[in-house]
């Protein structure tokens, strides 16, 4: 038995009659607001910290944690890039040593002409939370023909150590200019690079055994492998050390791929395993898909990663990946030997843009419409529904509501002291509660903690275990033991917004509190608040999904008290 929290798309897929996955997808970050996430990735610096791209020009960090409700911007490099439709920055990875030497390294595009440009940072000597925007070193810069099928994925070898970059053939219908089919080119193609040397007047080496590094004409020395349309994300195995590549079809197919030195994928040529434009194509072999399917099925592949996390024990080892158009996520099974076989898993609740992985190999899914980031988790058949905490006369009184239990043991209630967003504590456990063994009408909780001593903030959390001995963790609840003496509202954040932003407000005695929203003409247009409350400090989430981009006001009222603040959503 397991319990799940704000649980956003559950689906059972079935071979037969048989259950082959129960997956869900949870809201991964869900105080957190995401404008177009493209990628998400971790530092590998011990630090667990996640890194999110957003397409228009900025890199957020933020700790891995589901109740973390800020995120600060790592690197900000929205007034040089280009971004809409396929451009912006499309590509993020550390050095295998950044904990070390703090580099990192962006892909992203700029115009006047249309280029796509490989650069190293360095993390901030003072902040570690902050890159040096200054510290840019270009590595390859190459022009765009088009705007799209810039691709911009990179990471490092788990193999080699060498940084693999991924570049689509650069757009347009067909690939009119041949590019990914030129060898001379860096259109279409997985180039390999070693960025810890330096050799010929360029910020990087090439590999000794890269296919064309004795060459002495014009091939490119940088190409790894070639014949690729829009290699839209790919990841490596950490077990395997295979590089998983999803390839975006042009009329028909769309196709996944385990790339290789010096193979060539086919594109023009080919789209899958079937002819597309032919002409001048005399290449001895193109290499097949290990997996394709067609447009009555998608029509853009998403490539995702092969499962190595814990949360979900099925998927361990199964590649997973998407669907752009249909949201569709698919588990691929694949050996090496035996031919792939292929599963759905689920359908996300948005357009499937990227996975990524965090420092634990958990796996995510970043979406457009909505702009959101999931993590995908094992479906639990105790659902807990609520779980709240509130400080009163030196104590906190925690409260919490299952819907169904099975084989419910119990709760170890678990605490911890000081703001984990500075410093990362050890979780003490408080006290058990017994659970109700199996129920399916809703059972009630409460527990009251009177060891508070020595802080103003806690942290808590739920760790529920079954009549087995597994166990799983509840999302953490913050609660501030210091109640407020005066009332209070702040400005939300983010400002301007789309589509979510927060509202923090204190009240210093259980009070009647209603807070309006209105427009510029004083209409009103949503009531946010309106009922006792309490003593204490809150967090509101305003989801401006379904209101129009504009300025307006919020209004604070209790008894004699009232405070005004503006917020502009801009869409």
């Given at each position: 038995m397991r319990f799940k929290i704000?649980?956003?798309?559950?689906?059972?897929?079935?071979?037969?009659?048989?259950?082959?996955?129960?997956?869900?997808?949870?809201?991964?970050?869900?105080?957190?607001?995401?404008?177009?996430?493209?990628?998400?990735?971790?530092?590998?610096d011990g630090t667990g910290r996640?890194?999110?791209?957003?397409?228009?020009?900025?890199?957020?960090?933020?700790?891995?944690?589901?109740?973390?409700?800020?995120a600060k911007i790592f690197l900000d490099l929205s007034n040089i890039v280009s971004s809409g439709s396929e451009r912006g920055i499309l590509g993020l990875t550390f050095h295998p040593d950044y904990e070390n030497n703090g580099y990192l390294f962006v892909n992203y595009t700029v115009a006047n002409p249309n280029r796509s440009r490989i650069s190293k940072f360095s993390v901030s000597s003072i902040n570690p939370d902050s890159a040096d925007e200054n510290s840019e070193v270009n590595l390859i810069t190459f022009n765009q023909p088009y705007t799209s099928h810039n691709s911009g994925w990179m990471s490092f070898s788990t193999n080699d150590g060498y940084l693999y970059i991924a570049s689509g053939d650069g757009g347009s219908v067909g690939d009119p200019?041949?590019?990914?089919?030129?060898?001379?080119?860096?259109?279409?193609?997985?180039?390999?690079?070693?960025?810890?040397?330096?050799?010929?007047?360029?910020?990087?080496?090439?590999?000794?055994?890269?296919?064309?590094v004795d060459s002495t004409g014009n091939e490119l020395k940088e190409i790894f492998a070639w014949g690729l349309r829009n290699p839209w994300r790919n990841s490596f195995d950490p077990?395997?050390?295979?590089?998983?590549?999803?390839?975006?079809?042009?009329?028909?197919?769309?196709?996944?791929?385990?790339?290789?030195?010096?193979?060539?994928?086919?594109?023009?040529?080919?789209?899958?395993?079937?002819?597309?434009?032919?002409?001048?194509?005399?290449?001895?072999?193109?290499?097949?898909?290990?997996?394709?399917?067609?447009?009555n099925l998608g029509c853009s592949v998403t490539g995702g990663h092969v499962?190595?996390?814990?949360?979900?024990?099925?998927?361990?080892?199964?590649?997973?990946?998407?669907?752009?158009?249909?949201?569709?996520?698919?588990?691929?099974?694949?050996?090496g030997i035996s031919p792939a076989t292929n599963q759905t898993l689920l359908t996300a609740p948005g357009r499937i843009v990227s996975f990524g992985v965090d420092q634990e190999n958990e796996l995510y899914a970043l979406t457009f419409n909505p702009y959101n980031i999931y993590i995908f988790a094992k479906v639990l058949p105790v659902e807990l529904v609520s779980f709240s905490g509130q400080y009163r006369n030196n104590e906190v009184i925690l409260n919490w509501k299952t819907a169904t239990e099975v084989n419910n043991y119990g709760f170890e209630v678990q605490r911890q002291a000081g703001n984990r967003e500075l410093t990362v504590g050890k979780w003490k456990v408080v006290d058990f509660v017994e659970g109700s063994g199996n129920s399916s009408s809703p059972k009630f909780y409460s527990y009251i903690d009177t060891e508070i001593r020595n802080s103003s903030v806690y942290h808590y959390r739920l760790k529920q275990v079954d009549t087995d001995g597994s166990f799983t963790y509840s999302n953490e609840i913050l609660v501030t033991a210091e109640p407020p003496n005066y009332f209070s509202l702040s400005q939300n954040y983010p400002n301007p917004f789309n589509p979510k932003t927060k509202i923090y407000y204190s009240i210093p005695g259980e009070s009647l509190i209603e807070i309006k929203l209105y427009d510029v003409l004083g209409t009103e247009i949503a009531t946010l608040v309106n009922g006792i409350k309490p003593t204490g400090r809150y967090e509101l989430i305003f989801d401006a999904s379904n209101i129009s981009s504009g300025i307006y006001y919020y209004r604070m009222q209790s008894g004699s008290y009232f405070d005004i603040k503006k917020m502009v959503i801009l869409k």
């Amino acid at each position: 038995m397991r319990f799940k929290i704000l649980i956003s798309i559950i689906l059972f897929s079935f071979s037969g009659i048989s259950t082959i996955a129960q997956v869900v997808l949870n809201e991964a970050f869900p105080n957190l607001a995401f404008t177009k996430p493209i990628d998400l990735q971790h530092a590998g610096d011990g630090t667990g910290r996640i890194f999110v791209v957003e397409q228009e020009g900025y890199i957020k960090v933020f700790p891995n944690s589901s109740s973390v409700t800020s995120a600060k911007i790592f690197l900000d490099l929205s007034n040089i890039v280009s971004s809409g439709s396929e451009r912006g920055i499309l590509g993020l990875t550390f050095h295998p040593d950044y904990e070390n030497n703090g580099y990192l390294f962006v892909n992203y595009t700029v115009a006047n002409p249309n280029r796509s440009r490989i650069s190293k940072f360095s993390v901030s000597s003072i902040n570690p939370d902050s890159a040096d925007e200054n510290s840019e070193v270009n590595l390859i810069t190459f022009n765009q023909p088009y705007t799209s099928h810039n691709s911009g994925w990179m990471s490092f070898s788990t193999n080699d150590g060498y940084l693999y970059i991924a570049s689509g053939d650069g757009g347009s219908v067909g690939d009119p200019d041949d590019n990914s089919q030129d060898v001379t080119t860096f259109l279409g193609n997985i180039l390999r690079i070693d960025v810890d040397n330096q050799a010929n007047g360029k910020q990087y080496a090439i590999p000794a055994d890269n296919p064309f590094v004795d060459s002495t004409g014009n091939e490119l020395k940088e190409i790894f492998a070639w014949g690729l349309r829009n290699p839209w994300r790919n990841s490596f195995d950490p077990n395997t050390g295979w590089l998983w590549n999803a390839d975006v079809g042009q009329s028909n197919q769309e196709e996944v791929n385990i790339i290789e030195k010096g193979k060539n994928y086919g594109w023009r040529c080919r789209e899958g395993t079937e002819e597309y434009n032919t002409y001048g194509c005399d290449y001895p072999e193109y290499v097949d898909p290990i997996w394709q399917y067609d447009h009555n099925l998608g029509c853009s592949v998403t490539g995702g990663h092969v499962y190595r996390g814990q949360n979900v024990p099925e998927l361990i080892g199964k590649y997973i990946y998407g669907d752009y158009c249909q949201q569709t996520v698919w588990m691929l099974e694949y050996d090496g030997i035996s031919p792939a076989t292929n599963q759905t898993l689920l359908t996300a609740p948005g357009r499937i843009v990227s996975f990524g992985v965090d420092q634990e190999n958990e796996l995510y899914a970043l979406t457009f419409n909505p702009y959101n980031i999931y993590i995908f988790a094992k479906v639990l058949p105790v659902e807990l529904v609520s779980f709240s905490g509130q400080y009163r006369n030196n104590e906190v009184i925690l409260n919490w509501k299952t819907a169904t239990e099975v084989n419910n043991y119990g709760f170890e209630v678990q605490r911890q002291a000081g703001n984990r967003e500075l410093t990362v504590g050890k979780w003490k456990v408080v006290d058990f509660v017994e659970g109700s063994g199996n129920s399916s009408s809703p059972k009630f909780y409460s527990y009251i903690d009177t060891e508070i001593r020595n802080s103003s903030v806690y942290h808590y959390r739920l760790k529920q275990v079954d009549t087995d001995g597994s166990f799983t963790y509840s999302n953490e609840i913050l609660v501030t033991a210091e109640p407020p003496n005066y009332f209070s509202l702040s400005q939300n954040y983010p400002n301007p917004f789309n589509p979510k932003t927060k509202i923090y407000y204190s009240i210093p005695g259980e009070s009647l509190i209603e807070i309006k929203l209105y427009d510029v003409l004083g209409t009103e247009i949503a009531t946010l608040v309106n009922g006792i409350k309490p003593t204490g400090r809150y967090e509101l989430i305003f989801d401006a999904s379904n209101i129009s981009s504009g300025i307006y006001y919020y209004r604070m009222q209790s008894g004699s008290y009232f405070d005004i603040k503006k917020m502009v959503i801009l869409k």
